[in-house]
């Protein structure tokens, strides 16, 4: 999609959101730019993800929000967003009806929205996110930079009519599984780089992609609330990490590094392959209205897990501009992380650099 009319839509949808708010609604709402310590903050667990409450607002607002929601996405993003938030209530009914503090733990109106600076000026940006929805978007002087962004489902998977699943990120997994089995055993050996995936995406929430990063503790991905009892997650993460029969050399097999790709090479890629590859990454950019760039020949491709369908798995796409990571671990392998990011355009970064070049 033509870039400007992209942030005209967005520039347009978020001053509607910021002028339907109260003064309240606005102090939660609205950031100055660039308030790098808060616009770089984001989850993908149920905590305080900052800003102003779906919950918190009333039905006019709402869909002010779910309409700049919309506008930083494509069609088919906005549609695995909305669905990816309805599971809430799925998830509620297989957790046991819970509530925290009187309050739904599992809910589907617990995302919460943030304009930073003035939309339509030279740098702005805004923020939404919520259990498994995170979206960053930053716009400098008329580009667009749409990451980190996130989406996961849990359940991954839920039982449909006619025994045909409902799977919000199932097209994530197929088209990455359809690539795996495609490669020849010599392939395969330098793709599939542990026989144990890890229990989270490698890079997690970290504000920056860091070289030599390993999975982070699950504790560490919560704005760090005082009800997170740190020792239940850690002694549950250590339960599942024991299960799988995961160990050091499995993470270490992960570990990120910036400058050499895990996996096999698009280069080394039969063409067939590199097609299949484009179609998973093209899947990525497809989330986006303004999608990142990410040149082919740069990638490289890993998996660690069974090739089995159901059986836990990860997977990693890693080029100079492009990381996804794909987890679908946990809960039986039944609860999916799915992450696209450029490790140098996240939050603007690049975008921002080349502004203050010409203008400071």
Excluded at 48 to 77: K, P, Y
Excluded at 156 to 173: K, N, Q, T, W
Excluded at 229 to 258: C, S
Excluded at 341 to 352: H, I, Q, T
Aim: charged residues 25%.
């Amino acid at each position: 999609m033509d870039p400007s009319v992209v942030v005209a839509a967005m520039s347009e949808a978020a001053a509607g959101f910021l002028e339907s708010l109260d003064a309240e609604g606005r102090s939660l709402a609205a950031m100055a730019f660039p308030s790098d310590d808060e616009r770089r903050q984001w989850f993908y667990t149920p905590t305080d993800h900052g800003g102003l409450r779906l919950e918190a607002m009333t039905a006019a607002q709402q869909q002010a929000c779910l309409r700049l929601v919309a506008s930083g996405l494509s069609d088919a993003g906005y549609l695995t967003a909305v669905n990816v938030m309805a599971l809430e209530n799925v998830l509620d009914r297989v957790e046991g009806w819970r509530l925290r503090r009187g309050q739904r733990f599992r809910n589907p109106l617990a995302y919460s929205a943030t304009v930073f600076g003035q939309p339509g000026g030279d740098s702005w940006g805004w923020r939404f996110g919520g259990h498994h929805v995170s979206l960053s978007v930053t716009v400098v002087d008329g580009e667009v930079a749409s990451t980190p962004g996130f989406f996961g489902a849990d359940p991954a998977a839920s039982p449909g009519f006619d025994g045909v699943s409902y799977r919000p990120l199932g097209a994530a997994e197929d088209h990455a599984r359809a690539l795996v089995t495609m490669l020849d055993d010599e392939q395969r050996d330098v793709a599939v780089v542990a026989s144990v995936p890890p229990l989270d995406i490698v890079m997690g929430n970290r504000p920056r992609v860091v070289d030599g990063a390993l999975p982070l503790g699950l504790w560490e991905i919560f704005r760090g609330e005082p009800m997170i009892d740190v020792d239940r997650l850690r002694a549950a993460q250590d339960a599942e990490a024991e299960r799988l029969g995961l160990r050091d050399e499995h993470l270490e097999a992960v570990r990120f590094r910036a400058a050499e790709g895990k996996g096999l090479a698009a280069a080394e890629m039969t063409q067939e392959q590199r097609a299949q590859l484009e179609r998973l990454v093209r899947h990525y950019r497809g989330r986006v209205a303004c999608p990142p760039d990410a040149d082919l020949d740069g990638l490289h491709f890993a998996w660690a897990g069974a090739l089995d369908v159901g059986a836990p798995h990860y997977y990693r796409v890693q080029g100079p501009r492009l990381l996804i990571e794909y987890d679908n671990v946990q809960r039986g392998a039944n609860h999916a992380h799915s992450v696209w990011r450029d490790p140098e355009n996240d939050f603007g970064d690049d975008l921002l650099s080349r502004h203050y070049s010409r203008h400071h």
